[in-house]
């Protein structure tokens, strides 16, 4: 079965820090591009950052720049989303998602087409 799985998720205070982990099963990660998005209570779900499949290329949404890193370990088949300085703000549910398409466009870099979904983890940044 193909598959995303996302981990990492919790309860931490604003300030604090997470890991979040997307791992594939049934495919090789290393071939595509991986977008991590988020959606809150309420709330549209909205892309937060992208890895291009090389790792080389990476973008992010202006609300966390500076605090969110996505990398890649392709030897392990796993994607990271590190995310410091947490703030209740970030309170949402994170996915992982494999992106069929990349575009660069001058210095810009995007994914697009996300075909596979990871289910989702929690992540709760309260005091």
């Known amino acids: 079965q193909l598959q995303l799985v996302e981990s990492g998720g919790g309860l931490v205070q604003p300030g604090g820090s997470l890991r979040l982990s997307c791992s594939a099963s049934?495919?090789?990660?290393?071939?595509?591009?991986i977008g991590w998005f988020r959606q809150a209570p309420g709330k549209e779900r909205e892309g937060v950052s992208c890895?291009?499949?090389?790792?080389?290329?990476?973008n992010y949404t202006d609300s966390v720049k500076g605090r969110f890193t996505t990398s890649r370990d392709n030897a392990k088949n796993t994607v990271y989303l590190q995310m410091t300085n947490l703030k209740p703000e970030d309170t949402a549910v994170y996915y992982c998602?494999?992106?069929?398409?990349?575009?660069?466009?001058?210095?810009?870099?995007?994914?697009?087409?996300?075909?596979?979904w990871g289910q989702g983890t929690q992540v709760t940044v309260s005091s």
């Open positions: 998602a494999a992106a069929e398409g990349e575009v660069y466009s001058g210095s810009n870099y995007y994914c697009i087409d996300f075909g596979r």
């Open positions: 049934g495919f090789i990660l290393n071939y595509y591009a």
């Open positions: 890895i291009s499949s090389s790792g080389g290329s990476t």
